[in-house]
């Protein structure tokens, strides 16, 4: 099976399988796409940089040349080696290119696709996924799981421990985009350097501003119905840099736990006890204004939301330069949706 999960994954990361010398990576989490292939790359060639042995190509540019992938492919390079012919694909269909190569794989290269979120019909992730000679490898948004792993392999690697009350909370402000996730925790390591653990204050002083600023306002004010909030909000994440990826991961995530919650009150749960169906659990802060966003929701619009949602995240990485507008017109559907709901 071409496709790789799990520990699957971790061992071809550090040791890439010869007999798979064509290596696809894609889905809606770019930091983690962007990592994992990097990894790869490394475990592939000694040095990146050298041109001899890395070839870059644009994934666009193959479309008016197919062919150019497999006579790169099946290039000897000049001081002997295997060679990394590494392709970013862009909006540009690139699956009869990658056919080819799969037809005839190289012995000599391995060659490395990165690519965003592919629907499942997409020809270059059929093709790969249906080859002997490829490894296909998805990357979506960390879980509760994923962040847990990510913060206890960062903070040991740099010889902290971690209250569990600080992972906690910790993980309850990180978004689904692994590179923003990984540079806000060796962030808060670096601050928390020499005092052998990271502690709740630490969360609080270093991560919560930048993080709450990024996800738990803007998440809150948006299926809380405060569209005048999220306006402002949604202007000073712009002003800062916050991913979008990292917003539109959260929200789907809430959106996601807000149904599930909402099923249960509409079971006959208190709305207080339902909240406890939320993964990571919810932060003490949060806990009275999420209870209130449960009033403007049924399960039903949740659903449609949900959906919602998700298309409008795979547009944001389909069409970039759109990204912050469509972001923004969701998260404010939503809030118009959400504030409709103290109509009913």
């Not at 204004?289 to 998700?310: C, H, M, N, P, Y």
């Amino acid at each position: 099976m071409a496709i790789l999960k799990g520990a699957e994954i971790d061992r071809f990361l550090a040791a890439p399988d010869a007999r798979r010398p064509v290596v696809l990576i894609y889905g809606p989490d770019s930091g983690l796409v962007s990592e994992r292939a990097r990894a790869v790359a490394k475990a592939t060639a000694a040095d990146l940089d050298d041109p001899f042995s890395v070839i870059r190509i644009d994934g666009d540019s193959l479309t008016g040349a197919p062919g150019r992938l497999a006579e790169e492919a099946h290039t000897i390079g000049m001081f002997g080696g295997k060679r990394l012919v590494w392709v970013r694909a862009g909006e540009k269909p690139i699956g009869p290119a990658v056919a080819e190569v799969l037809r005839a794989p190289p012995s000599d290269s391995l060659v490395l696709i990165e690519a965003g979120d592919l629907k499942r019909t997409a020809p270059l992730r059929t093709e790969a996924e249906r080859s002997a000679h490829a490894a296909v490898i998805a990357c979506y948004a960390d879980n509760e799981g994923d962040l847990k792993r990510l913060v206890a392999d960062e903070a040991r690697a740099a010889g902290l421990a971690v209250e569990p009350e600080a992972a906690t909370l910790l993980v309850s402000l990180l978004g689904g985009d692994r590179a923003a996730s990984r540079g806000e925790i060796r962030k808060l390591c670096l601050y928390a350097h020499g005092t052998g653990r990271i502690t709740v204050a630490d969360v609080e002083a270093v991560a919560g501003e930048t993080l709450q600023l990024g996800v738990s306002e803007i998440v809150d004010a948006a299926a809380g119905g405060l569209a005048p909030a999220l306006e402002r909000l949604l202007a000073r994440a712009a002003t800062a840099d916050v991913p979008v990826a990292q917003v539109m991961t959260t929200m789907s995530r809430h959106l996601s736990m807000l149904h599930k919650a909402c099923l249960a009150v509409e079971a006959g749960q208190p709305a207080a006890n339902a909240l406890g169906s939320f993964q990571p659990p919810l932060h003490f802060s949060r806990k009275a204004g999420v209870e209130r966003q449960l009033q403007l929701w049924t399960s039903d619009k949740l659903e449609r939301f949900i959906v919602r949602t998700a298309e409008a995240t795979f547009d944001t990485r389909a069409k970039a330069d759109l990204a912050q507008a469509i972001t923004s017109r969701t998260l404010m559907a939503i809030a118009l949706a959400a504030a409709a709901g103290r109509k009913r």
